[in-house]
């Protein structure tokens, strides 16, 4: 049915279309703020000081977008 190729006749025939469909529920995960980590602390022996920075710095970033999400709905 989805190929591209296919025709309303490879399946059978005339095919009834639906009328409604009523109501649609759409569920989407929450999304939480992420736990204060000192990835210095964690990651600083195993990754260069720039990298670790930029990883807090994308830390701090998604904490104020959340918060600023929070704060509007």
């Known amino acids: ?14 095919r009834r279309k639906p009328g409604s469909i009523g109501e649609v ?9 992420p736990k204060p980590v000192d990835f210095a ?3 600083g022996d195993h990754l260069s000081k720039k990298i670790v920075e930029r990883l807090s710095a994308l830390r701090t970033r998604i904490e104020s977008c959340l918060d600023q999400l929070a704060v509007n709905t």
């Open 25 to 33: 529920s759409v569920y989407v995960p929450g999304l939480r703020i």
């Open 41 to 43: 602390q964690s990651l």
């Open 1 to 14: 049915m989805g190929c591209l190729v296919s025709t309303p006749k490879d399946s059978g025939g005339n």
